[in-house]
């Protein structure tokens, strides 16, 4: 936070503006939202037709044909896509109320960030998944594992920030102080995890 004086009274200024959450929960939501519905609307062509090829299979690796037809992609007895369907526009509302100056309460924001704890959780589970057990990516899903990273990290220190989750005083302020950098190294993580895993077909690209 940023110590500012306002009329002879120090004020405590956010690092995270109410209006920086408000659009990345209304980008990310939108984002999320947008693939979740490309992703359904593929496997329902897929069902109607065994032999259709989705847009999203590009070659062998990125080839998210190969994975709608496992049972890792129907992981609750439905399409995981419906999943994102239901949630993502939540997050889009939540960061459009934000934006035009609803103050959310406490609870409302925990709901949010334990539905970002179990959306964080199952991508990396997906993401296990893709990686080590199917040995194929799907672009649509990597975009919302971007999303998810990057809403998880900022719901964290926000909801920190504003008191409505218990953690260190001295760790929160030293994350918000680099806070892009958390999703940033995280997503790169990820990114060096898929070059290794597809390495040998990869280098017979270049």
């Known amino acids: ?32 939202a947008l693939a979740a519905f490309i992703l359904t609307v593929e496997k329902i062509a897929l069902l109607k037709d065994p032999s259709y090829t989705p847009s999203c299979s590009i070659n062998p690796i990125l080839s998210c044909g190969s994975i709608m037809t496992t049972g890792q992609a129907e992981v609750f007895g439905f399409p995981n896509p419906l999943i994102g369907i239901a949630a993502f526009p939540v997050v889009a509302a939540t960061g459009a109320a934000v934006l035009a100056g609803v103050r959310l309460p406490r609870w409302w924001w925990l ?16 993401m296990f998944q893709s990686l080590y057990r199917i040995g194929a990516l799907c672009p649509y899903c990597m975009v919302v594992w971007v999303v998810m990273i990057v809403l998880f990290s900022y719901l964290v220190l926000y909801n920190a920030e504003r008191g409505h989750l218990s ?13 892009s950098v958390v999703p940033t190294v995280w997503v790169l993580a990820v990114t060096a995890l898929i070059g290794v895993e597809f390495w040998d077909y990869w280098r017979t690209l270049l």
């Not at 334990?114 to 959780?121: D, H, K, N, R, Y």
């Open 1 to 32: 936070m940023t110590a500012v004086l306002r009329e002879d009274i120090t004020v405590e200024e956010p690092v995270l503006s109410d209006r920086l959450i408000g659009w990345l929960l209304t980008i990310g939501g939108l984002v999320g």
């Open 111 to 126: 709901a949010v960030q334990a539905g970002t704890v179990f959306g964080i959780a199952f991508v990396h589970w997906l």
């Open 167 to 179: 953690a260190p005083a001295g760790l929160t302020d030293a994350l918000l102080r680099v806070h």
